[in-house]
Nanobody, 126 residues
Framework: QVQLVESGGGLVQAGGSLRLSCAAS????????MGWFRQAPGKEREFVAA????????AYGDSVKGRFSASRENGRNTVYLRMNSLKPEDTAVYYC???????????????????WGQGTQVTVSS
């Protein structure tokens, strides 16, 4: 089992920045990649970003490319999501997830992630 705990969410004005953290514990050695997803009220869960543990290869959703950046610490215990130039449409609950398997690129489908955190709220005011 892998446990994930997100932190760093909050209220920010449009154009501002936030950094989300995801602390992983348990059998993190069984995971190959970490992802970030978000879900706004009344909308489906959306892929935001992902990163492989081994090579640090990243992938981003089209709506956040150039504004968000995923990173990880060695030791497979913490990943980050740096969010710049935030927009009101970025408002959502952000979830951290862990994938058991990944190729050279991290997976971008939610069904490829086996473990999920509880989520952290990000609210961007206009």
């Amino acid at each position: 089992q892998v446990q994930l705990v997100e932190s760093g969410g909050g209220l920010v004005q449009a154009g501002g920045s936030l950094r989300l953290s995801c602390a992983a514990s348990g059998r993190t050695s069984s995971t190959d990649a970490m992802g970030w997803f978000r879900q706004a009220p009344g909308k489906e869960r959306e892929f935001v970003a992902a990163i492989t543990w081994r090579g640090g290869t990243t992938a981003y959703g089209d709506s956040v490319k150039g504004r968000f950046s995923a990173s990880r610490e060695n030791g497979r215990n913490t990943v980050y999501l740096r969010m710049n130039s935030l927009k009101p449409e970025d408002t959502a609950v952000y979830y951290c997830a862990a994938a058991a398997a990944a190729g050279w690129r991290p997976p971008i489908g939610a069904d490829e992630y086996a473990y999920w955190g509880q989520g952290t709220q990000v609210t961007v005011s206009s």
